[in-house]
């Protein structure tokens, strides 16, 4: 089955850039989305279709994805973006397709 | 509004059934997937399966084919989870969700399932 790996934690100071990374193998080639996950709450989707953003969510969330690799990016972090990240991709390539999430990343504002 | 509502928190024993709801409105039931998904105390989202109410055409994960089954209701716009014998292990916050093509783009607040003798 289709595996997406992702880093524990991210660390960013306010105002900063901050970079959470997806990888799969040729995940380049497929559609990668995002979802923000705050505490005690439901996943939000904050990217889709590896760089779209639903209305609402705010310009400082921009996505890419190229080779292994598929990036949520959040430029000018505010303590509001603290959260857990999850990654998704359609797997279509099993013999079960199906919805698969990354394991998530944790992202703290110093 | 999109809206999908969830019911109720449940404190079950092992053994026993268990059968959760997700309600949809504001949008055409019959025309999107829903999906459940799992998250256990502390960790990640783990997909379990999706149903199109418009046929109820289903289709699991397979590490929950077997554990649970997954239905819906056209009739009343509402999904289902449910399980025969709950294990200790299932105790879990339970989100459906809907699918727009490959992505869940509404969520369920959420129904925590406890398990516990």
């Known amino acids: 089955s289709y595996v997406l790996t992702q880093p524990p934690s991210v660390s960013v100071a306010p105002g900063q850039t901050a970079r959470i990374t997806c990888g799969g193998n040729?995940?380049?080639?497929?559609?990668v989305h995002w979802y923000q996950q705050k505490p005690g709450q439901a996943p939000v989707l904050v990217v889709y279709?590896?760089?779209d953003r639903p209305s609402g969510i705010p310009e400082r969330f921009s996505g890419s994805n190229s080779g292994n690799t598929a990036t949520l990016t959040i430029s000018r972090v505010e303590a509001g973006d603290e959260a857990d990240y999850y990654c998704q991709v359609w797997d279509s390539s099993s013999d079960h397709p199906g919805v698969v999430f990354g394991g998530g990343t944790k992202l703290t504002v110093l | 509004e999109v809206q999908l509502v969830q019911s109720g928190a449940e404190v079950k024993k092992p053994g026993e059934s268990l059968k959760i709801s997700c309600k949809g409105s504001g949008y055409s039931f019959t025309s999107y997937w829903i999906g459940w998904v799992r998250q256990m105390p502390g960790k990640g989202l783990e997909w379990m399966g999706i149903v199109y109410p418009g046929d109820s055409d289903t289709r699991y994960s397979p590490s929950f084919q077997g554990q649970v089954t997954i239905s819906a209701d056209k009739s009343i716009s509402t999904a289902y989870l449910q399980w025969s014998s709950l294990k200790a292990s299932d105790t879990a916050m339970y989100y459906c969700?809907?699918?727009?093509?490959?992505?869940?783009?509404?969520w369920g607040q959420g129904t925590l399932v406890t398990v516990s003798s």
């Open positions: 279709d590896d760089s």
């Open positions: 040729n995940i380049g080639s497929k559609s």
């Open positions: 969700a809907r699918h727009r093509e490959q992505q869940s783009d509404y």
